[in-house]
């Protein structure tokens, strides 16, 4: 039933609809009274969407054969899921897993994550594409 709750808060995140509990069980199905038997309030439903959000984007970063390839990785989870990204990284400080898969070089996750939130948040050109590989190239060697 967790679980059901917590697709339930996704899918209303990723439609840019507010997560309230009211909001949850309709869209989960449930009475409102059983969400309440799993977690206290909306903000704890939204802090286990943000936990499976960043356990998404942890295993695909991840499973890249390579930095390049995990920076790639990186930005095209933030462009499909351009408002779960914005809520990861935004009502509070949750950005220490994504901080973790790239330790040792905080400045490769900086510049990715800049880049990750360009992608998903305008007009893909031409230009923001071959960027894209340059700053990659640049930030793989980084300090």
């Given at each position: 039933?967790?679980?059901?709750?917590?697709?339930?808060?996704?899918?209303?995140?990723?439609?840019?609809?507010?997560?309230?509990?009211?909001?949850?069980?309709?869209?989960?199905?449930?009475?409102?009274?059983?969400?309440?038997?799993?977690?206290?309030?909306?903000?704890?439903?939204?802090?286990?969407?943000?936990?499976?959000?960043?356990?998404?984007?942890?295993?695909?970063?991840?499973?890249?054969?390579?930095?390049?390839?995990?920076?790639?990785?990186?930005r095209d989870f933030a462009v499909r899921h351009p408002r779960r990204y914005?809520?990861?990284?935004?009502?509070?400080?949750?950005?220490?897993?994504?901080?973790?898969?790239?330790?040792?070089?905080?400045?490769?996750?900086?510049?990715?994550?800049?880049?990750?939130?360009?992608?998903?948040?305008?007009?893909?050109?031409?230009?923001?594409?071959?960027?894209?590989?340059?700053?990659?190239?640049?930030?793989?060697?980084?300090?």
């Amino acid at each position: 039933m967790r679980q059901l709750i917590v697709t339930a808060a996704t899918a209303l995140v990723d439609r840019d609809h507010a997560v309230t509990v009211r909001a949850v069980s309709r869209e989960a199905d449930l009475p409102t009274s059983s969400i309440y038997q799993h977690f206290p309030d909306a903000p704890a439903i939204l802090l286990a969407v943000c936990r499976n959000a960043f356990a998404e984007l942890s295993a695909v970063v991840l499973d890249a054969p390579d930095v390049h390839a995990a920076g790639l990785a990186y930005r095209d989870f933030a462009v499909r899921h351009p408002r779960r990204y914005r809520v990861m990284f935004g009502a509070a400080d949750l950005a220490e897993p994504a901080v973790r898969l790239f330790e040792g070089n905080t400045v490769l996750w900086l510049g990715l994550h800049g880049l990750a939130h360009q992608w998903a948040s305008s007009r893909r050109t031409a230009q923001l594409s071959a960027v894209t590989s340059r700053l990659l190239t640049s930030l793989e060697v980084s300090p």
